[in-house]
C-alpha cells in the first residue's frame, strides 16, 4: 500500500491548513485512517482518526474543535483540515492505514508532510 501525503507548509499561527493523503489500493474503503505527527524531540502521536464509513471520528484534545479528519471513498483520499493553527502543531504529519477495530495500532504508514507554523 502506498499513501501519498501532501498539503503541509509554512504558515503563522492563526493560518489555516488542509492535508490530503491518497492510498494506492481499493482495501483503503475497508479500513480506519488516521493523521499522526510527530514534533522534534517528541514521540509520534495520535491527532485524529475516521472510521472506513465516517460515521466515527476522534481527536486528541489538543486539536480538538480545530481540526477536522474526514474521507473521500471514491477517491481514496482522506483529508486534515487545520484552522487556527499554532506554533506547538509543528510537526511532521503522517497519515496511517489502521487496523481493524482500533484507533491507535496502524497497518501501514505513509510518508510525512512538514507543517511549521510561525508565532
Known amino acids: 500500500v502506498q499513501l501519498q501525503a501532501s498539503g503541509g507548509g509554512l504558515v503563522q499561527a492563526g493560518d489555516s491548513l488542509r492535508l490530503s493523503c491518497a492510498a494506492s489500493i481499493r482495501t483503503f474503503v475497508s479500513a480506519g485512517m488516521a493523521w499522526f505527527r510527530q514534533a522534534p524531540g517528541k514521540e509520534r502521536e495520535f491527532v485524529a482518526g475516521?472510521?472506513?464509513?465516517?460515521?466515527?471520528?476522534r481527536y486528541t484534545d489538543s486539536v480538538k474543535d480545530r481540526f477536522t479528519i474526514s474521507r473521500d471513498n471514491a477517491k481514496n483520499t482522506v483529508y486534515l483540515q487545520m484552522i487556527n493553527l499554532k506554533p506547538e502543531d509543528t510537526a511532521v504529519h503522517y497519515c496511517?492505514?489502521?487496523?481493524?477495530?482500533?484507533?491507535?495500532?496502524?497497518?501501514?504508514w505513509g510518508q510525512g508532510t512538514e507543517v511549521t507554523v510561525s508565532s
Open positions: 475516521v472510521s472506513r464509513d465516517t460515521v466515527s471520528t
Open positions: 496511517a492505514i489502521l487496523q481493524y477495530a482500533s484507533w491507535s495500532r496502524v497497518a501501514s
